[in-house]
Nanobody, 124 residues
Framework: QVQLVESGGGLVQAGGSLRLSCAAS????????MGWFRQVPGKEREFVGS????????YYADSVKGRFTISRDTAKNTVYLQMNSLKPEDTAVYYC?????????????????WGQGTQVTVSS
């Protein structure tokens, strides 16, 4: 099993920045990549981006490309989501998740373990 704990959410004004963290523990060696998703009430979970553990290859949704950056610290088993130029429409609960399959995927069903989520609220 893999346990994931997100942190770093909060309230920020439009145009501001936040950095989310996702600390992984347990059988992390079985994971190929880590993904970030977000969800607002009444809507489906939306893919934000992902990063592979070994090579650090990243993949982003068009809605965040150029504003968000994903990085990882393999020594700490932690993945980060740096969010800049935040917009009110970025308001959501943000989740990290692990994936064992290779390649790129933005489908929630391809991800195995999920964190509890952290709220990000961007005020206008």
């Amino acid at each position: 099993q893999v346990q994931l704990v997100e942190s770093g959410g909060g309230l920020v004004q439009a145009g501001g920045s936040l950095r989310l963290s996702c600390a992984a523990s347990g059988r992390t060696f079985s994971s190929y990549a880590m993904g970030w998703f977000r969800q607002v009430p009444g809507k489906e979970r939306e893919f934000v981006g992902s990063i592979t553990w070994s090579g650090g290859s990243t993949y982003y949704a068009d809605s965040v490309k150029g504003r968000f950056t994903i990085s990882r610290d393999t020594a700490k088993n932690t993945v980060y989501l740096q969010m800049n130029s935040l917009k009110p429409e970025d308001t959501a609960v943000y989740y990290c998740a692990t994936r064992r399959t290779t390649g790129r995927s933005g489908r929630p069903s391809d991800y195995d373990h999920w964190g509890q989520g952290t709220q990000v609220t961007v005020s206008s």
